[in-house]
């Protein structure tokens, strides 16, 4: 099964950005209407890698569009996902909670105690340890991009520092 988002940032790369950021409804709306499916169905559509080349069509259609608002709203989504981890980084830095360490702690040590309980045969695999698995590996990415950047933002600072360079 391939990772529904890689396949998406092929198909529709501004769709797939904006699901991470504030403005995620608008990208689901238009995956949506390209697929014909509600909300819960898209990554379950877009998973089975059995997109029609009507539904290929409909969602590079659906980049297009989005792109369109986006250029006529002024919005940016890789900036504003990088911009809502900054604030997320910043209230943690004046606050001091412990909670976030805390949950970052236990994620990591269920992910990576789930993952070995299954390679050394101490628990066997079913359907709940998958969806318990995929879900913590998936809170466990988020909590490296939050602490650490995520590959957009090094993207980002990579190509400024080559400007750089170039100039």
């Given at each position: 099964m391939a990772d529904w988002i890689e396949t998406l940032e092929k198909l529709a790369p501004t769709v797939a950005s904006a699901l991470g950021s504030p403005v995620a409804g608008m990208a689901i709306s238009g995956l949506e209407s390209a697929l014909g499916v509600s909300g819960d169905d898209i990554q379950k559509t877009i998973e089975t890698n059995k997109l029609t080349a009507e539904q290929v069509a409909a969602i590079q259609q659906a980049e297009i569009a989005l792109k369109a608002?986006?250029?006529e709203l002024?919005?940016?989504?890789?900036?504003?996902?990088?911009?809502d981890r900054a604030s997320a980084r910043d209230m943690q830095k004046n606050v001091k909670s412990w909670i976030p360490p805390f949950l970052a702690a236990s994620v990591t040590v269920g992910f990576f105690g789930i993952l070995v309980a299954l390679m050394s045969g101490k628990i066997e695999q079913a359907a709940e340890v998958d969806i318990m698995l995929g879900s913590l590996g998936t809170a466990w990415t988020g909590i490296i991009a939050f602490y650490f950047g995520?590959?957009?933002?090094?993207?980002?600072?990579?190509?400024?520092?080559q400007a750089k360079l170039n100039q």
């Amino acid at each position: 099964m391939a990772d529904w988002i890689e396949t998406l940032e092929k198909l529709a790369p501004t769709v797939a950005s904006a699901l991470g950021s504030p403005v995620a409804g608008m990208a689901i709306s238009g995956l949506e209407s390209a697929l014909g499916v509600s909300g819960d169905d898209i990554q379950k559509t877009i998973e089975t890698n059995k997109l029609t080349a009507e539904q290929v069509a409909a969602i590079q259609q659906a980049e297009i569009a989005l792109k369109a608002k986006a250029q006529e709203l002024g919005l940016d989504f890789a900036k504003l996902s990088n911009d809502d981890r900054a604030s997320a980084r910043d209230m943690q830095k004046n606050v001091k909670s412990w909670i976030p360490p805390f949950l970052a702690a236990s994620v990591t040590v269920g992910f990576f105690g789930i993952l070995v309980a299954l390679m050394s045969g101490k628990i066997e695999q079913a359907a709940e340890v998958d969806i318990m698995l995929g879900s913590l590996g998936t809170a466990w990415t988020g909590i490296i991009a939050f602490y650490f950047g995520s590959s957009a933002g090094s993207q980002a600072k990579d190509a400024a520092i080559q400007a750089k360079l170039n100039q």
